[in-house]
């Protein structure tokens, strides 16, 4: 698939005060697109705006919020006169049992990860028709196959997966590309704070190979940028995530096996899970819906 030249591009990174969103900004940047920040951290956002090679600027918004976004996108318009990029990047994760979640953090997951998404879409999709651009919606591992202690993660991202497939196939025909992102466990403030939980971090050591690693930020960006570029339907940040796709349809049921011993063995621990968001991104939104 050829490439598109980033140079004079317009692209908006939302989440992007650290981990993917932040670096995928400067590698974007360091293509020669304009780059507009949009997250919940502005002092952050300013910090990577200041850093950027070319011209940027930065939004304070929930993504969760749509007359906010719908400012965004007109205020973005205005700056650089087009979008041409859209990565919906933001995100927040959170874990243990079901049964006995934080139903506000577990809330909370599905409104930032899914409905977010969904909002970002709704509020940038005319400008992007305009421009024939590209969204590309930032997925997981966790679309592809289910987790126990993860619900509401993978409800929320097997929820965006279908949303960004369901979309492609409308806006197709006006120019607008849709693609998905596909990143397994990644070196970010997210997966830092979810491996802070010992139990989290050793169920998920457990895990079969190649899955139970985590893998560096650096070349997981560098394929997204490539993805991006090509405009590409699936844009997968670890090479072996491709392969998922033709074996997804046996992995609820030998999860569901292998997972049930995997839950007898720790429950006398589940107990020390902790309920809420996890990392310095949940921590940031806690503290913005908290005033």
Known sequence: MSKVSLEGQVAVVTGAARGVGELLARKLSARGAKVALVGLEPDELKLVSERLHSESDYWHADVTDHEAMARVAREVKE?????DIVVANAGVA???PFAESDPVAWRRVIEV???????????FLPVLMESRGYLLQIASLAALTPAPMMSAYCASKSG?????????????????????????WT???????????????????????????????????????????????HVYAQWWLRGMQSLRGYLPGIIATVGQREMRR??????????????A???????????
């Open 94 to 96: 959170s874990g243990g």
């Open 79 to 83: 700056r650089f006169g087009k979008v």
């Open 266 to 279: 720790f429950e006398p621990r589940l107990g020390e899970v902790s309920r809420g968001l996890v990392g």
């Open 281 to 291: 991104g949940g921590a940031a939104d806690d503290a913005a819906r908290r005033g």
């Open 187 to 233: 070196d970010t403030d997210m997966v830092r704070g979810a491996d802070s939980d010992d139990v989290m971090r050793e169920l998920r050591q457990r895990l079969p190979w190649p899955s139970n690693k985590t893998y560096p930020l650096g070349p997981a960006v560098d394929r997204i940028v490539a993805g991006i570029e090509r405009r590409s339907a």
């Open 160 to 184: 965006v997966e279908a949303y960004a497939h369901s979309l492609r196939a409308e806006v197709g025909y006006k120019g607008v590309k849709v693609g998905v992102g596909y990143l397994s």
């Open 113 to 123: 990860n899914l409905i977010g998404s969904a909002v970002t879409g709704r509020a």
